[in-house]
């Protein structure tokens, strides 16, 4: 499986949108790109997925660039209770393990 | 409808000692996963279920830790002679069947090897 990059942290003002950068550069064709968060001490929740056209659901929207090197998750109106640590993860078709890295740590600030 | 279940929420036990971890996945669902997150880390990946057999362990960091589902539903994660690096948040997650298909997760066992 791939393997992405994201920032460790990011902060956002509350009410305003949260824009998630994830690089996955390696990524090939048959590899999807997920979102999942944690918020602390609860198991990690799925949040959206997509392979190349750009995904929306009523709890984010999920930007894949062209070249599908790069994604965007994007929280359109950041609430206190968004912050959590967000992973994306590259995953194959074959095999179903997700190989989460240490994500970007969410601050949503009143 | 219920969700991912583990059993216990809290394990604490003494360096040596062998622990069982429970997992009751989502009905209906035939893949169930185990990962492990330590203490500021992410999550890292152990061991897939499709159905009873596990195609793929290899997330199991050794021989001491072993797992089991039996009859497409409850599976079970041992640790033997537990070590203190043992000491993580183990999750269960489960889907259903292959396929880029969601992975819903339990709320996990915090096991602290003292």
């Known amino acids: 499986d791939a393997k992405t990059t994201q920032p460790p942290s990011m902060d956002c003002a509350e009410g305003r949108a949260a824009n998630l950068p994830c690089n996955h550069s390696?990524?090939?064709?048959?590899?999807?790109v997920y979102w999942y968060r944690q918020i602390h001490s609860q198991g990690p929740q799925y949040i959206i997925h997509g392979l190349k056209n750009n995904e929306t659901n009523e709890m984010a929207s999920l930007i894949i660039t062209e070249d599908r090197k790069s994604s965007t998750l994007i929280l359109p109106h950041a609430t206190l209770r968004d912050t959590a640590v967000y992973y994306c993860i590259v995953r194959r078709l074959s095999g179903n393990q997700f190989y989460f890295g240490t994500g970007t740590s969410l601050t949503v600030i009143p | 409808g219920a969700g991912v279940s583990q059993s216990p929420s809290n394990k604490v036990t003494e360096k040596g000692k062998d622990v069982e971890l429970r997992c009751d996945p989502i009905?209906?669902?035939?893949?169930l996963y185990w990962y492990r997150q330590s203490l500021g880390q992410g999550l890292e990946f152990l061991i897939y279920f499709q159905g009873n057999s596990a195609p793929d362990k290899s997330g199991l960091p050794s021989d001491r830790f072993s797992a089991e589902r039996t009859g497409g539903s409850v599976s079970t994660l041992t640790i033997q002679r537990t070590q203190q690096e043992d000491s993580a948040v183990y999750l269960c997650?489960?889907?259903?069947?292959?396929?880029?298909?969601?992975?819903?997760f339990g709320p996990g066992t915090r096991l602290t090897v003292t």
């Open positions: 390696t990524i090939s064709g048959n590899e999807y």
């Open positions: 997650a489960s889907s259903l069947g292959q396929g880029p298909r969601e992975q819903y």
């Open positions: 009905s209906g669902h035939t893949a």
